[in-house]
């Protein structure tokens, strides 16, 4: 069974191949280690590309593929950390390296708290002039990439302009995480996720751009404001397939290019990451009323926190203050002056993103609802197994914390 089982696993990873380099297949040898599970294998590939890639497969067929383009991302740090990291046990893990201009180099990882250092030397300025250079210009976010990959460093500055510290991120093309959300794409309605920094919102937003472009055959326009979702450079990376990629300026122009988007290219999708204004907020309004599907993330963990958010409450529908008569106030068992959303939510959908495999799902206008009326809403909670499936619990009630 397992031969089965490696021979159609190779077989994905060749098409995935296949259509990243846009070529003919590519030939790829495998490398096995056992895991703590005895139904999961996992898999590493080293293609001619410079790419490792990460199957993480179970016995029933569930997979899931990690490519992350880490050699290109490990030219750009000093020589000894490249070493240092290449040999590292933990590399599918590594989440990002800080470089601070007299400080120990540190690297954090997946899963973990805190970091640990990567020698006992500090960082100079020589070798941040040298990352610099390899990486190229930075925007005025003070963000760059690495033409070609997904990865994005960014940078701290001095008053006077200069480089003093740098934050390498790794970018991943994750294949097979749109299981989680997979059925909500069919009812062509508006999903909003949140979570904090690093759980996997604009992985997410990559792999639903190429699945409604490449699979359900939706016109898809990104509005990349840092090139975090389709790359640096020109050409938009393999993994967002079909989908178009606009390219925004600068980060204050973010909601000029979504309606340009719409009024120039006749979108049915639009994919926005980090929606963090008023002007986005009513932006995302304005396109979700010409009845166009958007995915977007905004900053928050939790429900709670677009509500209370009083620049992207917008996006849930807004909150207003009403004052009941003495009759209705009786009637509800409440204040006199309470909360009440104003309008239907942009987003039908939202998701709370609390690690990468545990998701809460609501349905927006029922579960602002409920929670501005000082209720516990039902919900969603969807989430991998050990063997990577995906299980979703239904009707669990929802109180911020353990749900």
């Known amino acids: 069974m397992n031969t089965v089982i490696a021979k159609a696993n190779f077989l994905c990873i ?42 993480f497969s179970s016995l029933d067929g569930a997979h899931c ?30 989440l990002e390296v800080i470089l601070d201009l007299g400080r120990l180099p540190a690297a954090r990882y997946l899963g973990e708290f805190g970091g640990k250092y990567l020698r006992s030397t500090e960082v100079s300025m020589r070798e941040l ?20 990959t997904l990865h994005r460093i960014s940078a701290i500055r001095s008053r006077k302009g200069v480089i003093v510290g740098l934050t390498c991120r790794v970018g991943r093309a994750v294949g097979g995480h749109i299981d989680m959300v997979h059925d909500l794409l ?21 792999e639903i751009a190429r699945v409604l472009s490449d699979e359900f055959y939706k016109r898809v326009v990104i509005v990349d404001t840092s090139n975090e979702i389709g790359g640096d450079g020109n050409i938009p990376h393999a993994a967002v397939g079909g989908a178009r990629r606009m390219q925004v300026p600068e980060p204050s122009l973010q909601h000029k290019v979504m309606i340009e988007a719409v009024e120039n290219h006749m979108p049915e999708v639009i994919i926005v990451d980090e929606i963090g204004t008023e002007a986005e907020a009513l932006a995302c309004r304005s396109i979700a009323e010409r009845g166009i599907m958007l995915i977007g993330t905004a900053h928050g963990e939790r429900l709670e926190n677009i509500i209370k958010n009083a620049t992207l409450c917008n996006l849930i529908g807004g909150v207003e203050t009403v004052t009941l008569g003495d009759e ?34 609501h349905r927006t206008e029922k579960s602002v609802d409920m929670l501005l009326r000082g209720e516990n809403p039902l919900v969603e909670v969807r ?8 299980v979703i619990e239904r009707w669990k009630t929802y109180d911020g914390n353990s749900i």
């Open 129 to 148: 002039e040298y990352a610099q250079n390899a990486i190229g210009e930075f925007g005025d976010d003070n963000r760059a990439g690495i033409e070609g």
């Open 14 to 55: 060749n098409r995935f191949f296949a259509s990243a380099s846009k070529t003919k297949t590519i030939p790829l040898s495998f490398i096995s280690r056992k895991s703590k599970s005895k139904t999961q294998k996992i898999y590493s590939l080293k293609s001619p590309l410079s790419r490792l890639i990460h199957v």
């Open 328 to 361: 209705e106030a009786r009637a509800r068992r409440s204040q006199k002056s309470i909360l009440e959303r104003k309008g239907p939510p942009t987003f039908c959908f939202l998701i709370e993103m609390r690690e990468r495999h545990y998701w809460v799902t």
């Open 383 to 390: 989430k991998r197994d050990n063997q990577f499936r995906v």
């Open 186 to 206: 069919h009812y062509g309605k508006s999903i909003l996720f949140v979570g904090r920094p690093g759980v996997g919102k604009t992985t997410v937003m990559r």
């Open 65 to 94: 593929i990690v490519e992350d383009d880490l050699q290109a991302f490990l030219d750009i740090l000093p020589s000894d950390l490249r070493y240092i990291l290449l040999n590292d046990p933990k590399r599918a893990q590594l």
